[in-house]
């Protein structure tokens, strides 16, 4: 036996194993660096829908309280009704920023059911803004136009705005549904 030709084999075949190693281990390194960066991203844009989802809920909710003490029959003493449709304007506009701001991190079906429970607020407004018209002199009429709003203020509203809630809670809790 040639002990020469053994100690080039077993350092040319060492050589060639670590070189190989190396090279897998660069690969496997650039590929988790990558994979790393895809989690930070996604980590990031979660948590900015998180946050647009919170605000949006929180001025879409807040702007069906006031269009419902807007609508309702009867104030307790101290309150100032006077006061509800600049606090709902207010509320819907802070909501409709919101969405603007976040239209793009968001899902298309939180966005289709945002538009609709926009567009159902403002029916409900329009039918208050009726009733208290005071070119409408029926009594009758004005009083459809106040069950109209009643009915989209304590009804309709509440049935979208839980689907929108049923809809973010689906997305901001997506990570622990997959585990």
Not at 68 to 82: C, I, N, R, V, Y
Request: include cysteine.
């Amino acid at each position: 036996m040639n002990w020469e030709q053994l100690a080039i084999a077993i350092v040319g075949s060492g050589l060639g194993t670590t070189i190989v190693g190396l090279l897998f281990q660069q690969r496997i390194s650039r590929n988790l660096e990558t994979q790393k960066a895809f989690l930070n991203q996604s980590s990031r844009v979660h948590e900015r829908q998180v946050d647009t989802l919170t605000k949006l809920y929180e001025h879409l909710f807040k702007a069906q309280a006031f269009l419902q003490l807007m609508a309702a029959t009867a104030h307790f003493e101290g309150e100032k009704p006077e006061e509800y449709p600049g606090l709902f304007v207010k509320s819907l506009t802070s909501a409709r920023d919101e969405l603007l701001t976040g239209r793009l991190i968001i899902t298309p079906e939180i966005i289709r059911q945002c538009d609709a429970l926009f567009n159902k607020l403002w029916d409900g407004r329009a039918e208050l803004a009726w009733a208290h018209h005071p070119a409408i002199i029926d009594g009758n009429q004005r009083a459809k136009f106040w069950d109209r709003a009643q009915a989209t203020a304590y009804k309709e509203i509440p049935k979208l705005l839980q689907q929108i809630e049923a809809s973010a809670r689906a997305v901001i809790h997506e990570d622990q549904i997959r585990l």
